[in-house]
Nanobody
Framework: QGQLVESGGGLVLAGGTARLSCTAS????????MRWYRQAPGKQRDLVASITGGGRTTYSDSVKGRFTISRDNTATTGYLQMNSLKLEDTAVYYCNAEVWDRGQWVEYWGKGTLVTVSS
């Protein structure tokens, strides 16, 4: 873990928005298939959203219509736009992606960023 870096977490009011970012640690590398997971206290890590290299996206039912996963035009930064946040969205969010690393795709994880939604 730790080859990807997430940012954008913090304290957000219910109904508010936040945007998480994910990049390769210390370098500008291509990101292929990318996924965002989250883990709430005392719960398992769950898949929230995914995007393929071709741009196909999927979402968990709990976030569908509220969250949007994307990549920038250079495909070196991924995002998770979170709208209409709910208390139950509070969790540590992890980025997971295939990174172009020394001539091959290697799957890496980030260390996570905490999103706290308060009332």
């Amino acid at each position: 873990q730790g080859q990807l870096v997430e940012s954008g977490g913090g304290l957000v009011l219910a109904g508010g928005t936040a945007r998480l970012s994910c990049t390769a640690s210390g370098r500008r590398s291509l990101l292929n298939n990318m996924r965002w997971y989250r883990q709430a206290p005392g719960k398992q890590r769950d898949l929230v959203a995914s995007i393929t290299g071709g741009g196909r996206t999927t979402y968990s039912d709990s976030v569908k219509g509220r969250f949007t996963i994307s990549r920038d035009n250079t495909a070196t930064t991924g995002y998770l736009q979170m709208n209409s946040l709910k208390l139950e969205d509070t969790a540590v969010y992890y980025c997971n992606a295939e990174v172009w690393d020394r001539g091959q795709w290697v799957e890496y994880w980030g260390k996570g960023t905490l999103v706290t939604v308060s009332s």
